[in-house]
């Protein structure tokens, strides 16, 4: 599928527009969203970044060495207290959308590897939506799958999860189309 040609079927986004709800190109691009996730990988490079440490660490060490001209009162704690609360409550929301976007583009490079090799199981596609119980099944089946690999020692074999199939809640390669 040509990534310019629109999707055939239905795409799935939250309601807020950030991000799609599962690993399915989304052609729809609001204005906002786009801005925000610029503004949101811009914040989140620098706020990582060794200059914006130094400057947190002096502000801290400025602040700390003004207690004592203010009696180590309680307006001097609070003035950090609500400046840190502040920028780190600001800050989950941007790194969240940061996150949001390097995790959806991993399960799409992920997709696309398995895709593409012909001896993975495309019903591994998409298994982020499974809920928590399921994916502790498959986690389960790798697990055995390294114990037999342990057994069989020097002997090389190749497996998949269609030999044992995936827990009943697993998407399908191919979903049903209505």
């Given at each position: 599928m040509?990534?310019s040609?629109?999707?055939t079927q239905?795409v799935?986004?939250d309601?807020?527009?950030s991000?799609?709800m599962?690993?399915?190109?989304y052609?729809s691009?609001s204005?906002l969203?786009?801005?925000?996730?610029r503004f949101?990988?811009?914040?989140?490079?620098?706020?990582g970044?060794p200059f914006a440490?130094?400057?947190?660490?002096?502000t801290?060490?400025v602040?700390a060495a003004?207690?004592p001209?203010?009696d180590?009162?309680?307006?001097w704690?609070?003035i950090?207290?609500?400046g840190?609360t502040v920028m780190?409550?600001?800050m989950?929301f941007?790194?969240?959308?940061?996150?949001?976007?390097d995790?959806?583009?991993?399960?799409l490079?992920?997709n696309?590897?398995?895709a593409?090799?012909?001896?993975?199981?495309n019903r591994m596609?998409?298994?982020?939506?499974?809920?928590e119980?399921?994916?502790?099944?498959?986690?389960?089946f790798y697990t055995?799958?390294?114990?037999?690999s342990e057994?069989?020692?020097?002997n090389k074999e190749a497996?998949?999860i269609?030999?044992?199939?995936?827990?009943?809640q697993?998407?399908?390669?191919?979903p049903?189309?209505?």
């Amino acid at each position: 599928m040509n990534i310019s040609e629109p999707p055939t079927q239905a795409v799935a986004t939250d309601p807020l527009g950030s991000m799609p709800m599962a690993s399915v190109p989304y052609a729809s691009h609001s204005r906002l969203a786009t801005t925000f996730d610029r503004f949101a990988a811009m914040v989140t490079r620098w706020g990582g970044s060794p200059f914006a440490f130094c400057l947190a660490l002096g502000t801290v060490l400025v602040w700390a060495a003004s207690g004592p001209v203010f009696d180590y009162s309680e307006n001097w704690q609070l003035i950090i207290n609500t400046g840190t609360t502040v920028m780190i409550f600001l800050m989950v929301f941007l790194i969240q959308q940061s996150q949001n976007k390097d995790s959806e583009a991993i399960h799409l490079k992920l997709n696309e590897l398995l895709a593409a090799n012909c001896h993975a199981s495309n019903r591994m596609i998409g298994i982020e939506q499974l809920d928590e119980q399921d994916l502790r099944e498959v986690a389960t089946f790798y697990t055995r799958l390294a114990e037999r690999s342990e057994a069989a020692g020097p002997n090389k074999e190749a497996h998949s999860i269609d030999e044992e199939g995936m827990p009943a809640q697993a998407p399908s390669a191919n979903p049903p189309q209505g």
